[in-house]
């Protein structure tokens, strides 16, 4: 007797984006097939124009695929252009985002913006409250939930939003260059959150970045170009490394 | 979590002075449904408070408010003598403008029947009702003419002895209340040299006609004191006011209504004279106006709550994008209009009765105009959402990536 192998946090087949048609046809995104296990923190490197964020809003149910499919959790969700459930739903329950700029709502607090997608979830306002906070403190930030977003260096906003990407315990966490408004050491404690979120939580992460300083972090690492997607190299440990200690 | 709160807690001063917008905006809506009920109340007024059953005025005229109406004072005998009538009195009204300290003053004058009516049924602030048959008023306050202050009109004084509120005519000018005689002399004295112009009239009429020549006397007198020329009638009255048993007015109209000079209306058909007649336009162009005010006020709704939606797009879609459903959207923006809507009305009530005292005319806020006009608020506050709730429900998650 075998152990049936656990179910992939994210799997794609052959999913595509084509825009426009005729002369004005663009390909986004050809035939991406990927498979992110739980516990698994994916880098999507690529230039501008490579596919990632297409990619990105296809597997995040925002931005429908012409063709191929999505499962999450092992479910399938979008068939091509169809969605076979509740999209906003499912994105509540199954999944985080996290953005380049923190994208909180500016007018809540820091522990509001996280306690909204609580309560979306259908917590209660007392319990999202107290897992808010909670949230927020085991981030760090948890001195700062009463401020506003603008009250807040932009560190302390994007822990806040990965409070909120985390809040529900998604099994997929998706983050659109989440450092790039960071310096490298607050880069590379982010990128090192998302690790240590999916190790402990069982969920999966596919962090799009240009910031090759925190490469290892990453499990492995997908790379786009021209719409097609392919494994990166193997030899992202020798090829990151860390900002040296500055000169004192 | 209420967003819409949440929002309105981030951006207070945006919020405080849109509502402030909205609420003088609504303040003008329920200002113009007020002056519509002032001047339904002051058309009515004096009819509902004279307090009289048949109102006999001259034959074929919608008197005395709506038109002039002329009737002789022997009338007055004539409707007490009538089956059915309790009481009868005489009745002088009439309009006159003069100048007082550089200002022009308009006077509504209503004659009361010296000694049965002396004014007791005013509602006095000030000083009493009359108590002599001549040179004594009663001046509503809007009047401006305290108490105490002598005025003069015609060739006499009149000595201002108590002040009402609220006596106003269909016209909105104050009423000052005297004694049928004296408001009688203040509408027909004529000055010295009108008088002296009248007798040398009557004197060549006298002359050329042939009534004279049989009746001397008639040609000696006709350069005499009006009084003294039995021929002439005395001064007309404006109408004769009768109280009449219960349940007896259609036998008294009845009663009136064969006699060839004069025709009687009950106080009923007074108010609708005056409704459909004298303040018809000026209610229907009101009414209007206050509809056209309600629209403006939607669109003005509309589009601040579509603006303030607009400023929300972004928020909107990572709402979306986190999953919130459409409930919590439309939530956010009805709610939010319903406290604009419920703030600017409040703003309009504190603003309206701090103000609306202060206009020229009686600006009337009655409680079911106010919950009328709250409920038109509620409406417009759902409809002026609309376009908002519609824009946000087109927004695309996709909006918070990019």
Redesign the interface.
Known sequence: MTATPPTPALETRQLTKVYGEGNTRVVAMQDVTVRVERGEVVALLGPSGSGKSTFLTAVGLINPPTSGSVWIGGELVQEGPRALTDLRAFRRRHMGFVFQKSNLIPFLKARENVQIALELGSLGSREARKRALQLLDDLGVGERSEHYPTELSGGQQQRVAVARAIANQPELILADEPTAALDSNRGRQVMELFREIARQRGSAAIVVTHDHRALDVFDRIYEMEDGVIREGQDDLHTRAKPDPPPAT | ?N?AL??V???LGRFVLTCLGIGMLLMIVMGMGGIYRGIIEDATLLVDRVDADVWVVQRGTRGPFAEVSRVPPSLQHRVAAVPGVVSSRDFVFHTIQREREGKPLRIAVVGLSWPEDRGDWLPLVEGRPLAQNHYELVADRSLGLPLGEEIQLGRERYRVVGVTTGMLASGGDGIAFATVRDAQAIQLELSGEAVRLEREARRTRARRGQLPLVQPALAERAGSPSASIPALPSQALTAVLASVEPGREEEVLETVSRWSDVTGYTTTGQRDLLLMGNVAKVRAQIGLFRALLTVIATIIMALILYTLTLDKLH?IA????????NR?ILALILQQALLIGAVGFGVALALGSWLFPRFPRRVILTEPDLVQLAAIVVAISVLASLLGIWKALRV???E??G
Do not use: E, Q, T
């Open positions: 979590m967003l949440r929002d807690r981030h951006n928020d990572l709402l979306k994008l986190i999953g919130a459903p919590v695309s998650p996709n918070a990536v």
